[in-house]
């Protein structure tokens, strides 16, 4: 395949423009197939990561919805993709998701504006994020929040779970 044949940009999105491209790549291969072990190392010089500063939850979450989008559409499109790619993909994905969550959770936001950002995310999506295992305690917390209690009494409850969590390590 020819990338000038598909017409593949490399969109600038604040976060995920690297997952958005290869999916959109994947698109447009006949088969995909994945190995169980890599020796790829992901770094950045000189940069924070997502998980060491607040980041913009909205923008997070769009990037997490595009990406997810064209997730599903290469499964429609290949069929059965490999166990492992899934797995990794859902785990992987799941840290920004939650990591979306978490951060709109804490922001200044009204609580108002809290409650329908909630509500608009797809639940699909959602369901898919919350078989990940591989999530850190702050995100099990509210992956276990929003399965049992309103979004309001989350938005509300949260920031004071965490900031106490956050003591404790003191």
């Not at 190392?41 to 919805?65: F, I, P, W």
């Not at 329908?116 to 999530?135: A, G, N, T």
Request: proline share 4%; hydrophobic share 40%.
């Amino acid at each position: 395949m020819n990338e000038s044949e598909k017409n593949l940009d490399f969109i600038k999105v604040p976060y995920g423009e690297d997952s958005i491209f290869v999916l959109a790549y994947l698109y447009h291969c006949d088969k995909v197939n994945s190995v169980a072990l890599t020796n790829y190392c992901y770094t950045h010089e000189n940069v924070q990561s997502l998980s060491s500063t607040r980041q913009d939850g909205h923008k997070m979450m769009t990037a997490v919805s595009q990406d997810f989008a064209l997730f599903r559409n290469l499964c429609v499109r290949i069929g059965d993709l490999p166990r492992t790619y899934i797995e990794y993909y859902r785990d992987y994905k799941a840290l920004m998701f939650y990591n979306a969550m978490h951060n709109e959770l804490l922001s200044e936001e009204p609580l108002a504006k809290k409650v329908v950002y909630f509500r608009s995310i797809p639940k699909e999506m959602s369901f898919f994020f919350k078989q990940s295992e591989k999530l850190p305690k702050a995100y099990k917390t509210i992956q276990s929040l929003f399965g049992v209690f309103p979004v309001a009494f989350v938005s509300v409850v949260y920031p004071w779970i965490y900031m106490v969590r956050q003591w404790k390590k003191e």
